[in-house]
């Protein structure tokens, strides 16, 4: 079992729906949990970063931790084709080198 | 530049030949990763360098996988006598050093493309 399961899609949806992009894992251990989007043949970029369980908003984006289920998930309100790229969940612990480890990516394709 | 750049952004090479990829991080940024990201699959951590040194290093696969550091700013990656099971695409990122507790987030460059023969 790999320490972060994501499930690599690809997920399809029309313009406007609300995304639900999740991943599970295993360390309990693990304090710091991000969000990466990567556009095809570019480098992934930071998205969203939450420390230990809870909730954080911004924009059309939500994060949400459950650290006794060891689940985190990514919202996408009313998403844009330009939303269409690899979502990939990382995460890591506090102190040391901060060196995340990351699931597979989720393909998302938002369609007009 | 503004971002990390890596160079080449594609290299093809065949079985058995040495390459080098590098890595300009954002000036300023002490910390410095080497990561791989093979088709399909997640970003899989090979090397991390605080200014010139490897604290970690435990993710380069095999002896063939080298890296250094210079005056704390340009990385290069080697790879020797490359196997088709190398073509991946190379990603680098850089940080401000790690500290205090707090999360500093890791730029990544647009990574190199290499294709073994």
């Known amino acids: 079992q790999k320490e972060v399961e994501q499930d690599p899609g690809p997920l399809s949806v029309p313009e406007g729906a609300i995304v639900s992009l999740n991943c599970t894992y295993s360390?309990?251990?693990?304090?710091?949990f991000m969000w990466y989007r990567q556009y095809s043949r570019k480098g992934p970029e930071l998205l969203m970063y939450?420390?230990?369980?809870g909730n954080k908003e911004d924009g059309r984006f939500t994060a949400q931790v459950d650290k006794s289920s060891k689940y985190i998930s990514l919202f996408i309100r009313d998403s844009q084709p330009s939303d269409s790229a690899t979502y990939l969940c990382?995460?890591?612990?506090?102190?040391?080198?901060?060196?995340?480890?990351f699931g597979r990516g989720t393909s998302l394709i938002v369609h007009p | 530049g503004a971002g990390v750049s890596q160079s080449p952004s594609n290299k093809v090479t065949e079985k058995g030949k040495d390459v080098e990829l590098r890595c300009d991080p954002i000036?300023?940024?002490?910390?410095l990763y080497w990561y791989r990201q093979s088709l399909g699959q997640g970003l899989e951590f090979l090397i991390y360098?605080?200014?010139?040194?490897?604290?970690?290093k435990s993710g380069l696969p095999s002896d063939r996988f080298s890296a250094e550091r210079t005056g704390g700013s340009v990385s290069t990656l080697t790879i020797q006598r490359t196997q088709q099971e190398d073509s991946a695409v190379y990603l680098c990122?850089?940080?401000?050093?790690?500290?205090?507790?707090?999360?500093?987030?890791?730029?990544f460059g647009p990574g190199t493309r290499l294709t073994v023969l």
């Open positions: 990122a850089s940080s401000l050093s790690p500290s205090g507790g707090i999360y500093n987030e890791q730029f």
């Open positions: 360390n309990s251990a693990f304090q710091y």
């Open positions: 939450t420390y230990s369980s």
């Open positions: 990382a995460m890591s612990f506090t102190g040391g080198s901060y060196i995340p480890t």
């Open positions: 000036s300023g940024h002490t910390a």
């Open positions: 360098f605080q200014g010139n040194s490897a604290p970690d």
